[in-house]
């Protein structure tokens, strides 16, 4: 018997349905002025670590999509680097006859 797998968004989806659950369920307690919803609060927050901690669902493998135009270029070492971007991020280098210091 497999265990129950769950991707990323159906985590939180159902993590976050549990705890409108919990807080619709005190709102009636509110709303009537009895106690007694509140002992069923808690209920849903206990399923809250069954979700958290089930197995995440692998990917399904799926066969590449084709290279764009803009990729293959990139591959055949055909791009250049933006204008500007040579000295970018570093210090300009002193002119001839200059000493730092």
Do not use: Y
């Amino acid at each position: 018997m497999s265990g129950v797998t769950l991707n990323r968004t159906a985590k939180f989806a159902l993590t976050a349905a549990l705890f409108v659950v919990a807080i619709v369920v005190a709102g009636i307690a509110n709303a009537t002025k009895e106690a007694a919803p509140l002992f069923f609060a808690w209920i849903p927050l206990l399923a809250v670590p069954w979700v958290l901690t089930r197995p995440e669902s692998r990917p399904t493998l799926t066969e590449p999509a084709e290279p764009t135009p803009l990729a293959e270029a990139e591959t055949e070492g055909g791009t250049e680097p933006p204008s500007g971007a040579e000295g970018a991020g570093s210090s300009p280098s002193p002119a001839e006859g200059e000493t730092q210091g």
